[in-house]
């Protein structure tokens, strides 16, 4: 599944202390850091539109590759299940711009009892589902 973000002028200026707004190089991209909060966006999205799944994970491991600079205008994430085991599951995240790959986020997501502070197997339904999604 394929989800759009719209990068601003905004957002590749963040307020961050200690940097000069005017150096080479700074407010011309969009940082590392919010690529990897859109991918999270993008992820839960993701999560949200399939059947029996909600909030309850954790996120244990991700790994990034930063193919590219991000700019301002339209990107898209397209999320796709990799790795399905028996409590966790790997959703990549492949951020395009200009359908040329930009990004690739790789997470690892545990499904997680919050009140019992324990890993939870999935459903039958979720497994299935990603199962049916994974590449």
């Known amino acids: 599944m394929r989800f759009p973000f719209v990068v601003t002028e905004q957002d590749t200026r963040p307020p961050v202390l200690g940097f000069d707004p005017s150096a080479p ?9 919010l690529i990897l909060q859109r991918c999270g966006l993008a992820w839960h999205a993701f999560l949200m539109s399939l059947r029996g799944f909600d909030d309850s994970v954790i996120v244990p491991h991700l790994s990034a590759d930063f193919l590219a600079e991000v700019h301002v205008g339209l990107i898209e994430i397209e999320v796709v299940p990799t790795q399905v085991g028996t409590t966790s599951f790997t959703l990549r995240c492949t951020m395009l711009q200009h359908e ?6 790789d997470v690892v997501l545990v499904s997680f009892d919050y009140q019992g502070g324990s890993k939870t197997p999935l459903t039958d339904v979720q497994r299935a589902q990603l199962l049916e999604l994974n590449t």
């Open 25 to 33: 190089g700074y407010g011309t991209h969009l940082p590392f850091y």
């Open 100 to 105: 040329q790959q930009v990004a690739r986020v």
